[in-house]
Every structure is written in C-alpha cells, then in structure tokens.
C-alpha cells in the first residue's frame, strides 16, 4: 500500500515535476505505511575530541522531497535489488552527473556539517567571476583562519595570480585562499559568504547554509549529501574547475619583494592518483564536521559524483569510501534512479517552504520577524522601512523650506 504524501510535499512536487521514482526501494519517516527505516550509520566521534555537536535546523517537509519522494527518508534509499554500499559516512548520496538521475543515497536530505568541502561552493559561486590571470595582493585579513587549519601558505603583501589561489584552494585545501577568493569575487570576506548562500538557493540547495567561504565550522553551518551533489555538478561542468580538480602539483611562486622563495604544493585528493577515470573532488575534514568528501569518475562514458558527510577514517578512509561508492554507482543498469538531481534555477520560482533559518549565535535577528520566516520578508521589512525613511525626510525638507519662506516673507513685511 503506497504511503500518502503531505499536502506540502505533493504541491512541491507538482510545480517541480519531481514524481517519486517507481520501484524505488526507501525507507520513509516515522508514521508510513510502509517498511521500517533502514538507519544510516551513527557519527561515532573519537572520545579524544568530543566537539559540541549542532543543532540543525528543522526538518522542513517540501524540502527534504526535492529530487523526488523517495529522498525524504533519514535512511537507505537504493533501487530495488541492489546491494546497500559498505560505507560508515553518516549520509551519502551517488548521482550521475550528465543526466542528474540519483542513483541512491542514505540520508541524502540529512542536515551535516560539510568542512572543506564548503570550497566547492564557493568555487561554484566566483569561478565566473575572477579572471584567472589576474595578478593580486594578499592582505592581512586574507591570512585571518583557525590557526593549525590547512592553508596555501599565502603571505601578506604577497602577490598572486588568481588561478595559483584556486589551485592552492583545491590542491591544498587553503583556507586562507578561501579568504583571497571570497574578497576578490565579492569585495570581502563576509560578503562572498552572502553570495554563496545566495547561489546555494539558486541552485536549489535548500539544506545548505555557509558561514565560512573555507568551512571552518561555524554555528549555522549545513549542508546535505544531496546539497553537495547539486553544486558538485555545476563545478564539474567547468573545465576551468576540471582542470584544476586534476592537477597533480603545482608551483607556489616565490616573492621576491618579500625575499621569500617559492616552493611546491601537491593535490591531497588520492582519488585522482589510485582511481582509473577520476575527474577530482574535494576533501575535508575537522572536528566537528569528521571526513567529508566529494569526489567523480568517468567510466564507459558515465560520469558519476559521490557526495558523503560524517565518516570516520578507520576502517576506511573518506575518498576510499567515496570510491566503493563509485565502483558501487557503476555496477547499477543505466537507467537505475531513485530521484534526480534539480536543475539551476529550477525551484527559484516554486521554493519550497523558507530556508532554514540562522541561529541567533550565526547572525542577529530581526526585531518582529516571525521565527523561520523567508528571507525576503526580512528584506521586504527593511526595504518597507527605507522608503518610509526616504518619504519623511522629504516632508520634513519640504516643511522646513516652507517655514523658511514664511519668514522671508515676514521679513519683507517688515522691511517695507
């Protein structure tokens, strides 16, 4: 018997022509009609760090159905007969680049904590916009990240080409040419941040909420299995970000000016060295976040991505997983599918529901705003102010030029 869908989630489906895959196999949430959830793995954080873990936002119906129904479940979500992958990642989720069909995922709507995989956001966000030879100065702002975090080793002062701080971004995982890079696209640090939370929405990453241009862990900060997969997919779609994604090593250059020689950085992705057909990906990794990982391949003319969150390195190591996930990916017939992947723009016009909003500890509140609202009722609030602003300014000039005419007159009066 088939489970009814929320009035939410159908409307969503409906303008977004997302029908739920037939056959798919899925363990739906609590209160289905259906099978018992298969859980994904727990997030067994090593008793040595014991970070405080977020609270996510809450789960919002309509926008955890984006890609299909069968993707709103906290479990195994695979096509009927196929084998659950040997992974521990928390969440993941394996999707064909080219057509966008998923091919399945454990919690592909799950909110987690992404780390540095956070870079191929901003990637997806200021690529367009930064002419690679362009040569630019770091300053010390730039060089402002969590010490002992990975960074390119940029200097204050130092002078770069744009495509050195991408490469350094990618190969290295630097944080401080995440830095560098957010500045440049957007003119600071905080308003790159704010540019990429607005193309995670244009993407239809609904689950994806950056702090950092780096992913160093911020309160707030989220994302999803399904998320990473929607802006994997545009970068892989850049050969510029291609091409970077593969590059093996490169040469960090030496400043002269500063009497600093340069030296050599090395790609940390081991995908691309030990997977026949890798196309690159991203690593990451903190505390909070564990092992994330991005990573793609091309086999036979099929182009797959796998996106995971929260794994452990111990039996397996993050790209080692990424890539069982791959040789799993493969191992599916080619039309396999338990949802799809949303095109760019797609749900612009039909969002589905608010966003998740901020915490209060990420970004101070609105006075009056109802709690979860959309961000466009903040803005309409603030702009509703301004022209208020803007037209009691002009009574009040009005009102004091005419006062002013007033005694002009009187004085003339007098005068005479």
């Not at 040997?86 to 987690?112: K, N, R």
């Not at 239809?204 to 900060?221: E, K, N, R, Y």
């Not at 390195?313 to 080619?334: H, I, M, N, S, T």
Request: hydrophobic share 45%; aromatic share 6%; glycine share 12%.
């Amino acid at each position: 018997m088939r489970a009814r869908v929320p009035a939410a989630v159908a409307a969503v489906l409906l303008v977004a022509g997302m029908p739920s895959p037939a056959g798919a196999s899925v363990a739906p949430r609590a209160g289905s009609a259906r099978a018992a959830v298969t859980p994904c793995p727990k997030l067994a954080v090593p008793k040595v760090t014991r970070p405080p873990r977020p609270t996510p936002p809450a789960a919002v119906p309509a926008q955890q159905a984006v890609g299909g129904e069968a993707l709103a479940t906290p479990g195994l979500v695979v096509p009927p007969d196929a084998p659950a992958p040997p992974v521990t990642a928390t969440s993941w989720l394996v999707a064909d680049l080219d057509t966008g069909a998923v091919l399945g995922g454990c919690g592909p709507h799950e909110y987690g904590t992404p780390a540095s995989v956070q870079k191929l956001l901003l990637a997806a966000t200021m690529l367009p916009k930064l002419n690679p030879k362009q040569v630019v100065t770091v300053t010390r702002p730039d060089l402002d990240i969590e010490p002992g975090s990975s960074a390119v080793g940029l200097l204050d002062g130092g002078r770069y080409s744009v495509e050195t701080a991408w490469l350094g971004l990618l190969l290295q995982s630097g944080n401080d040419a995440a830095n560098l890079l957010a500045r440049l696209g957007a003119g600071s640090a905080s308003a790159g941040v704010r540019e990429m939370n607005a193309e995670a929405r244009r993407l239809g990453a609904w689950q994806t909420h950056a702090v950092t241009p780096s992913g160093l862990d911020g309160p707030g900060q989220f994302t999803s299995a399904y998320d990473l997969a929607l802006i994997a997919r545009v970068c892989f779609a850049d050969p510029t970000f291609r091409r970077y994604a593969l590059t093996e090593r490169t040469q960090i250059p030496a400043q002269p000016a500063l009497r600093k020689p340069g030296f050599q950085i090395q790609n940390e992705n081991q995908l691309i060295y030990r997977y026949p057909g890798a196309l690159g990906g991203k690593t990451g990794f903190t505390d909070l976040a564990r092992h994330t990982y991005v990573g793609a391949a091309e086999r036979d003319g099929r182009r797959l991505v796998v996106t995971l969150l929260g794994a452990e390195a111990r039996p397996v190591r993050g790209w080692e997983q990424g890539a069982r996930l791959l040789d799993w990916g493969f191992g599916l017939p080619r039309d396999a599918s338990v949802g799809r992947l949303v095109d760019p723009g797609e749900l612009t016009a039909a969002s589905p529901s608010a966003p998740p909003s901020t915490p209060a500890a990420a970004a101070p509140t609105t006075a009056g705003r109802a709690v979860g609202a959309p961000d466009w009722w903040g803005g309409a609030v603030v702009g509703g102010a301004a022209v208020l602003v803007g037209v009691l300014a002009v009574l009040l000039a009005v009102g004091r030029r005419r006062r002013r005419a007033r005694r002009r007159v009187r004085r003339r009066v007098a005068w005479d």
